[in-house]
């Protein structure tokens, strides 16, 4: 794999949020947001035109919390929930996943380490703190979802999630693209989990850079090595996209 190429004016710049912009911590409440962060992610956008998304696992109305004050546009919950960049929110509708949190919440009152997320369309059982557990895991959720093919069991770093089935990042990040500020730009997108493949399977083929952000086998062509190595990155694309001139509509001149 090799170094992400310089961001240009006509990128369309779609990042992952845990594990690419902020470290991994134990709880997904933990998280550290480094305090330039904000600032880096607002100058980008403008200098971007716009052309500047998250694409997250989280809820969006928890991306905004963490980067208060930007409302970015953004894909939640691996885009079951997706906002412009002219602030219009698309959210499908939550599937019933009431034996799924029984199941899910079952398994932390049995066993020491594992935490539920409710979310908005789906639910999150986190293993990080109880590594061992992880085929326990695995094997009660898709117990659970057997007979359900509207849902859908994904794996991510030390979690296993449900739900609604036929809905990923790459198809959030396809629809970006046929909306203004994005439409018309070379995709880029950074992410460091498997729930970001689909992401950079969509990327490539459009002349895009996809970006694995640490170790492990990925479609994407290009690496960094941490979220400080995609800080890192962010604030030297800033740096020459400030030096370089564009045309009003923020592409180059």
């Given at each position: 794999?090799?170094?992400?190429?310089?961001l240009?004016h006509?990128?369309a710049?779609?990042l992952?949020?845990?594990?690419?912009?902020?470290a991994?911590a134990e709880?997904?409440?933990?998280?550290?947001?480094?305090?330039?962060?904000?600032p880096l992610?607002?100058?980008?956008?403008d200098l971007?035109?716009?052309?500047?998304?998250v694409v997250?696992?989280?809820?969006?109305?928890v991306l905004?919390?963490?980067?208060a004050?930007?409302?970015?546009?953004?894909?939640?919950?691996?885009g079951?929930?997706?906002?412009?960049?002219?602030g219009e929110?698309?959210?499908?509708r939550?599937?019933?996943?009431?034996?799924?949190l029984?199941?899910?919440?079952e398994?932390?009152?049995v066993?020491?380490?594992?935490l539920v997320?409710?979310?908005h369309a789906?639910i999150?059982?986190h293993y990080?703190?109880?590594?061992?557990?992880?085929?326990?895991?695995?094997?009660?959720?898709?117990r659970?979802i057997t007979d359900q093919?509207?849902l859908?069991?994904?794996?991510?770093k030390?979690?296993?999630?449900?739900?609604?089935?036929?809905?990923?990042?790459?198809?959030a990040?396809?629809?970006?693209m046929?909306?203004?500020?994005?439409v018309?730009?070379t995709?880029?997108?950074?992410g460091?989990d498997t729930t970001?493949?689909?992401?950079?399977?969509v990327v490539?083929?459009r002349g895009?850079?996809a970006?694995k952000?640490?170790s492990?086998?990925?479609?994407?062509?290009?690496?960094l090595?941490?979220?400080?190595?995609v800080?890192?990155?962010l604030?030297?694309a800033?740096?020459?996209?400030?030096e370089?001139?564009s045309?009003?509509k923020?592409?180059?001149?």
């Amino acid at each position: 794999m090799q170094t992400p190429p310089r961001l240009t004016h006509d990128a369309a710049l779609f990042l992952d949020f845990d594990g690419t912009l902020v470290a991994i911590a134990e709880t997904p409440e933990a998280i550290e947001v480094p305090s330039a962060l904000v600032p880096l992610l607002s100058d980008l956008r403008d200098l971007l035109g716009g052309a500047l998304a998250v694409v997250s696992g989280r809820q969006i109305d928890v991306l905004d919390r963490f980067l208060a004050p930007l409302r970015l546009p953004a894909a939640g919950e691996h885009g079951v929930q997706r906002r412009s960049a002219e602030g219009e929110m698309q959210e499908s509708r939550p599937p019933d996943l009431t034996d799924v949190l029984d199941t899910a919440n079952e398994l932390a009152r049995v066993y020491e380490g594992l935490l539920v997320e409710r979310k908005h369309a789906a639910i999150a059982l986190h293993y990080r703190l109880a590594p061992q557990l992880e085929a326990v895991c695995r094997d009660a959720l898709l117990r659970t979802i057997t007979d359900q093919p509207q849902l859908e069991l994904m794996h991510g770093k030390f979690v296993f999630e449900v739900k609604p089935a036929g809905i990923n990042k790459g198809i959030a990040i396809d629809a970006f693209m046929r909306e203004a500020p994005f439409v018309g730009r070379t995709p880029v997108f950074a992410g460091d989990d498997t729930t970001d493949e689909s992401g950079f399977a969509v990327v490539q083929p459009r002349g895009g850079v996809a970006i694995k952000v640490g170790s492990g086998p990925s479609l994407a062509l290009h690496r960094l090595d941490s979220p400080l190595a995609v800080f890192e990155w962010l604030v030297e694309a800033r740096k020459l996209l400030a030096e370089s001139p564009s045309d009003p509509k923020g592409k180059p001149a």
